[in-house]
């Protein structure tokens, strides 16, 4: 078996009992709950509304969808860290010959199959509203409505969320009590929503970049989000590779 299956399997066994995955499958229950009954109440207001189906959508209901992950991308940093610093894990951890930049990346893989899940559950009730509600309305200005904008939004969208998940992993890695690392993952998550969103070096904080939308942004626009969102991301991990060998010269 090849060291970094070995660490896969690891990580997954210490997860199966914390209600990890349930979680992240409730949360995504839950957000994509949200546009369906938003949608469903305000009917008229939405078909009524000029643009495709996609942008309309988006631009009603995903603010409030990216705030519900980004809550839960906490919660879930918060857990998987926690269970190594509870009973001084981590320190069993470490005398293991298991690298400890591995054992990182090993849960930013599990946490990337968490959040991928819950963002196609968002991505699939938001199609549903498209083709139960928006569709009629598109089809009789000679508009179908496409399923595979929506797919590229939230692709685009899950892009976007990738420095701020490793981020809120790496916070989690650094704080010992999991509740000084939820208020400086909460904190952090509404300064992102209180920063100027017509300022692009003000969305480029990891918390604010998950609320654009790909809708009506410009394509040069587009590409210059995708080429930051995978220079923090990288650099993220780069700082938590520098901070665990920091930490090796002083345990």
């Known amino acids: 078996m090849s060291f970094k ?26 957000a994509g709950a949200f546009p369906v009954i938003n949608t469903a109440v ?7 509304s000029p643009g495709s189906p996609a942008a309309i959508l988006m631009s009603a209901n995903y603010q409030t969808m990216a705030m519900l992950s980004l809550l839960l991308l906490t919660a879930g ?9 509870a009973d001084n ?9 298991i690298r400890e930049s591995g054992l990182f990346f090993g849960k930013f893989f599990l946490l990337l199959p968490a959040f991928f899940l819950m963002f196609c559950i968002q ?13 009629p309305a598109a089809a009789s200005e000679g508009e179908l409505f496409h399923c595979l904008e929506l797919v590229r939004c939230f692709g685009f969208a899950f892009l976007l969320t990738l420095p701020a998940a490793l981020l809120l992993l790496f916070l989690s890695s650094l704080c010992r009590n999991m509740w ?10 509404f300064l992102g929503t209180m920063l100027p969103s ?25 590409i210059r989000y ?21 930490r090796r010269l002083f345990a």
């Open 77 to 85: 940093a918060c857990i998987l860290y926690h269970i190594e610093y």
């Open 42 to 48: 305000r009917t008229e207001m939405f078909i009524s």
């Open 226 to 246: 995708i080429i930051a969102a995978v220079s923090e991301t990288a650099f993220i991990g780069i700082i938590e590779i520098i901070c665990i060998r920091i």
């Open 89 to 97: 894990g981590i320190q069993k951890m470490q005398s293991l010959p």
């Open 5 to 30: 299956k070995m660490n896969f399997l690891l990580e997954w066994k210490k997860i199966k009992r914390t209600g990890f995955f349930a979680a992240f499958l409730a949360g995504g229950i839950l």
């Open 123 to 135: 991505c699939a009730a938001m199609i549903f509203c498209g083709l139960h509600w928006l569709d």
């Open 180 to 189: 000084i690392m939820l208020g400086i993952g909460i904190l952090g998550i």
């Open 198 to 222: 017509d300022s692009f070096a003000a969305s480029l904080f990891p918390f604010a970049m998950p609320f654009q939308t790909l809708p009506g942004m410009e394509e040069d626009l587009v």
